[in-house]
């Protein structure tokens, strides 16, 4: 602490020299900063720079204080321009306000352009990071909307049962995912149903039109189900127009249900003259020999089960169901289709011989096409010919379809016989999920908006004296502010930045609660400066600008910068949050500035003029004025009173009051004290303790007000030592808590937490959780890589081979990896290698061709041989007799790689399309056609884009999730540095690899906020030190906010962040306005902590409650997300933010806080005397001329003025020095005082003398005094012309003395009688 005061004062004095070099400092008259009426104000002794920060710094210069000049130069430069826009704005208040409004209101008007962005590539995908360059490659290569999409069914037990693995669960499950497949949707006068949108696989085309028709027409969509164990899986795969075949081939109507593919062959083979080897061939490397018919029954007795099932018209099922799930389940094409336990099956209980015996949870996936695939798909068909195809009309489709698919679902577990609990889930789900959540509920806000305005409402109320009431300015403050953050919404929807959920669920609330903290401190600032009266009516709005006006700005600035700054961090939906909060504290700051000081000058005038607040057309009735002898030195509360006066008040009948001192001397509230060493006095308003309803007291009209509450008890009580250790201690056990909590919080967001309970979408995603984590992954291998070469080739499969051994890929039952698609293609040749090696043998080939007796295998691979990849030299025959497809390693000959390639996609399609290769760009089309003598085969383009398919599976939360996306980042990272150039790719990397550095992230935020609050509280105040302590208590904020973040079990994602940040902009209103309070008062720390408190303790609370009263709709939201992210979050915050702004911060300061910009000689004085405070104007003939001239100016009065300023008389050289300076006023006073003041509404009949004033109000006040007095006055009587018309009088006897003076509150001169 102490490097950093010497650091303060080295940097202090840098600055201080660099600025006085820059500035040259006129210290001729003519500035605002001293007038006669505010040369009376108490606070300018106790709070100096605060009130007038030009004058400390004269008096510094001139050595009569000490302080900071640098940080009074700043200061008193900002004041000047403040104080003159203040006065500019009560000149031209209606001006200013119609403006103001309508520059507001042109950028409200911006909303119309909002977007709302719910992409999740658009709101977390890191920018100019790997991620969006991997999406973007990707897109590049497959087209926007490429892949499919899954249609999930997921069924768990109902309540008590634990086991769904039987027969009436799995009849159930047939029953909901057949519903689910008789979809129907009616778009664009067609209908459109399962089999028009779902994945399919294909098979190769064929030299006979008939066979390739027959055999697509039975291909069924792609369906992962537990079903496929069983026969019924059947029934989901259609088709739903059964085919028909002539009568004479014998066979019924085919479906799936009833295909047996090796007889149906066999049948079209004895039909039809075609050679159906190549038919057989296919569908013997897919694994179609039987289908579903050889499975067994759930239900042996069903009139369809064929009799081909193993359990046909048994009785043995109940024990047979979980059995037959053990090792997974085949699809339609067993040798591509293994669907392992985990894909299908969940909560798995096995006996000891590893045979599943129960299970908690089925699922079953239906994949539909992507808007590109299916766009692409019916491009240019008959069936969109009369319709204007796009992307956005198959998309609207598949929204359709997938909307149905749910209701299906839902109405089928609202049936009164399910006992099981079904729940599905679309892509359409999620999107409609995210959007809602990202949804500005107008509700909400119109609520929390209405409770902040009732609470401004009632908190600047004043029922007992309506015309000091300032409900008015209230409601104008809190609409203005309102009206503030719908234009800087409107700026950033112009801007181009897009909404998202942080926008919608925070923004309103967060920026409304900070400009709503600078309002009320605004309305407490005006409050005070208008019943102090020592500011003329056409300064009020100068001088609230002048004072509160810098702390404003400075929190704005600070709050603004630090978002600002914050917007470097490259997670969209952080920066479009940092930067729509930077944009909308600026538009607070311009509103509280220019716009509402114009409202209180308005209100101003309605006071003046005793308007009721609120309803300004009923002028209430003259409000009693009271003036008494007070001292200007402002007495503590614990200084003896001596020789005070009382006064008593007389209503005549014409409504004139007049108040007279009482005989008996008693002491009340504001009297002065007379001491034998001099004193100040003058005349000024002040309140009887009497009655709630005497209009002066109106501002104390409760006893159990705020403030009345901190000065009685929280006050005294910060003084003392065994609070100030109580809180320590507490504070810092808190904060050894909120470390333990910050080391409990997880990384991620689950979805369940994003969905209300009770619902389908709840129930699904809790079930996927808990029992599956199943998704899909892809590795992608990218272009500048030399595939047809050996080692390549290696290099792929061991990339392979290392991504299957990663602990959440699925492998097969055997332990070996799922082939990917150079496996696929390597086994198709080696097939293709083995039939010619058998037909060479068996003597069907010669050196240039074959006998009609080879087979077509044989054939092809023939063709293949003698390829070379030389476009110049395509063919030679000599290469069939030596070359091999394949090698023994499985290395696939690297010259006519691509040509092998275009073989293998378009004459092996069902493998290449179950791989999912996605081989780009795509080659040729090429088909073998048996007996065709073309021998050249098209080379394939280079590869640019190869997928390898992976499924993932118990990924049941975030922490799992993140460490398969470390565990297979690495593996690419290491064969990227052997010249593999590949990325992971899948929903996984898309939506959770922000949480792998989400901390780092987090703390760059963090930083880069705290440093720039640094910053600039450093140059702006110039105190290091003030701005250090200001950090370190922000700093605690923000951990003891993000430790009730994990004690509540929060996790971290993209919304705790933005309020972790936020948190920062809302400590600095919490704090900084106790700061700058702080060291802008006199005294020692201790005295300058009590003065701090007691100014802003009031307008902070009163901000933060308003804060949450915004936020408290967000209790009452069905989602539970919005209720712990969200509300007690934010409520935390404010929570946290109040113990650490007004309890923690002032103990802090007061312990080892910066010292004052203005300090006396002695530090345990409580304030400066004034009489060291006046300065003479120049004596100069220039300055004496203008002065002249500006007295020659008649200037209006606000209300009613100090009389005069009256010092004993002192004594021996004490007294010389001060008559010599012409700074103080000396006299000799036995206090015998009569105090008289009439007020009396002006009429026109009124025959009273005195001067009028233009509203047609006068006032009168005779002060009588017997006393032997020396008086030497310096300074102006209220309405002659200010200080630069002085007015000196001098008298000396001992005779009774009056000075009488006749006040216009709109200005119309004095009269002074002595």
Request: overall charge negative; glycine content about 6%.
């Amino acid at each position: 602490m102490l490097l950093l005061k010497k650091i303060t004062v080295g940097l202090h004095d840098i600055i201080w020299n660099c600025l006085l070099t820059m500035t040259a400092w006129n210290n001729q008259s003519g500035s605002y900063s001293y007038q006669s009426k505010k040369a009376k104000d108490p606070e300018l002794s106790t709070r100096t720079s605060w009130v007038d920060a030009q004058l400390a710094y004269r008096l510094v210069l001139k050595g009569q204080l000490s302080g900071k000049k640098c940080a009074l130069l700043v200061r008193s430069h900002l004041q000047n321009h403040l104080f003159k826009l203040g006065r500019f704005e009560q000149r031209h208040c209606g001006k200013v306000l119609i403006l103001g409004l309508l520059f507001l209101s042109l950028f409200a008007i911006g909303l119309k352009t909002s977007v709302v962005e719910n992409d999740i590539n658009k709101l977390w995908v890191e920018e100019d990071g790997r991620l969006p360059k991997e999406l973007e490659y990707t897109k590049s290569m497959l087209g926007e909307g490429y892949g499919s999409e899954n249609q999930i069914v997921i069924q768990t037990p109902g309540t008590g049962a634990k086991n769904v693995l039987t027969r009436e669960s799995l009849l159930n499950h047939v029953e909901v995912v057949t519903r689910a497949t008789k979809i129907e949707v009616h778009l664009f006068d067609e209908i459109w149903r399962i089999d028009d949108l779902c994945v399919k696989a294909s098979f190769p085309s064929f030299e006979n039109f008939l066979v390739t028709l027959l055999l697509n027409k039975l291909v069924p969509c792609v369906v992962i189900s537990p079903l496929d164990c069983f026969w019924e899986g059947s029934k989901m795969l259609g088709p739903r127009r059964p085919l028909l075949l002539p009568a004479s081939y014998g066979l019924e109507p085919i479906t799936w249900k009833n295909l047996y593919p090796e007889l149906l062959v066999n049948t079209l083979e004895n039909n039809m003259d075609f050679d159906f080897d190549i038919v057989k061939d296919a569908l013997r490397r897919a694994g179609l020999v039987s289908g579903y018919q050889k499975k067994p029954c759930l239900d042996p007795f069903d009139p369809e089960c064929p009799v081909y099932s193993v359990n046909y018209r048994s009785t043995e099922t109940v024990d047979s169901v979980a059995p037959a799930l053990t090792g997974g389940c085949f699809g339609f094409a067993p040798e591509f289709m293994h669907w392992e336990e985990d894909m299908i099956v969940g909560g798995v209980t096995r006996n000891r011989s590893n045979v599943m015996v129960s299970a908690e949870a089925v699922q079953t996936i239906i994949q539909i096409m992507g808007k590109q695939d299916l766009y692409n798909y019916y491009k240019g068909t008959y069936l969109v010919s009369s319709i204007d195809w796009s992307q956005e009309k198959a998309a609207q489709i598949i929204e359709v379809f997938q909307k149905k698919f749910t209701e299906v679902v839902v109405s089928f577990n609202n049936q009164s016989n399910v006992t099981d609990s079904v729940s599905s889930f679309t892509q359409t789900s999620l999107d409609e999920l995210i959007q809602e959540f990202s949804e500005i509920s107008f509700v909400r806000i119109g609520i929390g908006y209405g409770l902040m305005l009732l609470y401004a409402i009632l908190t600047l109320m004043n029922c007992c004296n309506p015309v000091h009431s300032h409900a008015g300015a209230g409601i104008c403050g809190v609409v203005l502010v309102s009206l503030s953050v719908a234009a800087g919404l409107g700026l950033c929807s112009l801007l181009g930045l897009p909404f998202n959920a942080a926008t919608t669920q925070i923004v309103p609330f967060l920026a409304l609660g900070l400009g709503v903290d600078d309002m009320f401190l605004m309305v407490h600032t005006f409050s005070q400066i208008c019943s102090s009266g020592y500011t003329y009516y056409q300064d009020q709005a100068g001088e609230l600008v002048k004072r509160a006006g810098c702390t404003v700005l400075l929190t704005s600035l600070s709050n603004s910068g630090a978002f600002l700054i914050a917007a470097l961090v490259p997670i969209p939906a952080l920066r479009m949050f940092s930067l729509q909060v930077g944009i909308l504290l600026l538009f607070n700051l311009i509103t509280i500035l220019l716009i509402f000081p114009a409202i209180l000058s308005i209100d101003a005038w309605r006071k003046k003029n005793f308007r009721v607040d609120v309803v300004c057309c009923i002028e209430s009735a003259p409000s009693t004025k009271v003036t008494d002898i007070s001292a200007l030195s402002s007495p503590s509360p614990t200084e003896d009173k001596q020789n005070t006066v009382v006064v008593s008040e007389v209503t005549t009948p014409d409504n004139i009051v007049t108040k007279f001192a009482a005989a008996d001397y008693t002491e009340y509230e504001g009297t002065a004290s007379y001491s034998d060493t001099g004193s100040s006095q003058n005349l000024t308003e002040a309140s009887k303790p009497s009655t709630c309803c005497d209009n002066k007291t109106s501002s104390k009209c409760s006893a159990l007000s705020l403030s009345w509450l901190v000065d009685q008890f929280y006050l005294p009580l910060v003084e003392k030592t065994w609070f100030k250790v109580v809180v320590f201690v507490f504070n810092t056990v808190l904060i050894c808590v909120s470390i333990y909590g910050i080391t409990q919080v997880k990384v991620g967001m689950e979805l369940t937490d994003i969905v209300p309970k009770e619902t389908n979408e709840y129930r699904f995603l809790k079930a996927q959780s808990d029992y599956f984590g199943f998704y899909d992954m892809y590795i992608v291998t990218k272009d500048n890589f030399q595939y047809q070469l050996p080692e390549n080739q290696k290099l792929m499969r061991e990339l392979h081979g290392k991504i299957s051994q990663v602990s959440y890929v699925i492998q097969k039952d055997d332990g070996s990896s799922r082939e990917f698609w150079l496996d696929l293609m390597v086994k198709w040749l080696r097939d293709l290698q083995e039939s010619y090696d058998n037909d060479v043998a068996a003597g069907f080939f010669h050196s240039t061709g074959w006998y009609y007796n080879a087979s077509d295998d044989a054939v092809l691979a023939y063709k293949l041989l003698i390829q070379t990849g030389d476009t110049n030299n395509p063919l030679d025959k000599t290469q069939a007799s030596y070359k091999r497809l394949v090698n023994d390693e499985g290395i696939i000959a690297s010259d006519a790689f691509y040509n092998y390639l275009t073989a293998w996609v378009y004459n092996d399609v069902l493998a290449y399309e179950v791989s999912l290769a996605s081989i780009r760009p795509e080659g040729k089309e090429w088909f073998y056609v048996p007996g065709e003598g073309d021998l050249l085969i098209p080379k394939a383009p280079s590869i640019q884009f190869a997928r390898m398919s992976f499924f993932l599976h118990n990924l049941v939360n975030t922490e799992e999730i993140v460490k398969c996306i470390r565990a297979v980042r690495d593996i690419c990272e290491d064969y990227e540095e052997l010249g593999l150039d590949s990325y992971p790719s899948g929903l996984i990397f898309t939506f959770w690899e922000q949480y792998i550095n989400i901390r780092y992230y987090l703390l760059i935020s963090l930083v880069s906020v705290l440093a720039s609050v640094f910053i600039i509280i450093t140059f702006m105040m110039m105190n290091p030190l003030a701005a250090f302590l200001l950090v370190l208590t922000l700093s605690v904020i923000t951990v003891e906010l993000f430790g009730f973040m994990g004690l509540i079990g929060i996790q971290l994602s993209a919304v705790p962040v933005v309020i972790l940040v936020a948190s920062v902009g809302v400590g600095v209103e919490f704090t900084i306005h106790v700061m700058t309070s702080f060291i802008t008062s006199i005294g020692n720390r201790q005295l300058r902590t009590k003065r701090s408190l007691s100014f802003m303790f009031a307008p902070i609370v009163h901000g933060a409650i308003s804060t949450l009263l915004g936020i408290i709709m967000l209790a009452a939201s069905q989602f539970d997300f919005i209720f712990r992210y969200f509300f007690l979050s934010l409520l935390a915050l404010v929570v946290l933010g109040l113990f650490n702004g007004l309890v923690f911060f002032p103990i802090l300061i007061s312990v080892c806080g910066p010292s004052g910009e203005v300090e006396p000689e002695d530090l345990s004085d409580s304030s400066i005397p004034l009489t060291r405070l006046i300065i003479t104007p120049p004596s100069s003939p220039e300055g004496h001329r203008a002065r002249r001239r500006r007295s020659s100016t008649k200037k209006p009065l606000a209300d009613p003025a100090v009389l005069s300023t009256i010092t004993e008389e002192q004594s021996g050289a004490s007294a010389a020095s001060s008559h010599s300076s012409n700074q103080e006023i000396c006299s000799k006073v036995t206090p015998t005082v009569n105090v008289e003041t009439t007020i009396t509404p002006y009429s026109k009949h009124s025959s009273t003398q005195g001067a009028q004033s233009k509203n047609g109000t006068r006032s009168f006040t005779k002060v009588k005094t017997k006393a032997t007095v020396t008086v030497e006055v310096h300074t102006e009587l209220p309405g002659c012309g200010g200080y630069d018309s002085p007015i000196v009088t001098k008298t000396s006897h001992s005779q009774p003395t009056q000075v009488e003076e006749t006040n216009d509150l709109e200005g119309a001169g004095c009269v002074t009688t002595l």
